[in-house]
């Protein structure tokens, strides 16, 4: 797993639009960040992979606290949800979720991408070089608390 965060380019944005034809919801999200101005300017990615990570916006709910993302790996698009932003709690927004060694996988991408990404899609580190926008997520089915 080799990530790297990258400013989303014209090529990258037509990429991750034709990665999610398969996958109408994650599709539609994305579809009304562009229209409101506010699809992620970064990503983690590791493109040797084709896997990446990016965060989307809560298109909604104007008061919660959660952030979302999108991650995108073994050709399959997750929808990944930080209930509060203030947390390291992290649960994947599908069901059927993977099981097993295949869960186990997923949350290892999942964990390397906010590695490089941050909390914010910025990176993990403030203006001062400190982790303060870090993840080391805990994953938890949707509905628990950790």
Known sequence: MAYHLEPITKADHEKIFQDAEAFPRKKSWMTAA???SAFPKNWAVDRERNCYLLCMPIMVRTDSMEEGYIAFVERHMHQVKLPNVFGQTVYIDEVPLPSGEALAA?????????????KFGDGPKNEFGMDEFAIVPVFVQKGVRA
């Open 34 to 36: 562009v229209a409101a």
């Open 106 to 118: 997923l949350h290892q991408e999942i964990s390397a991408g906010f590695a490089v990404l941050g």
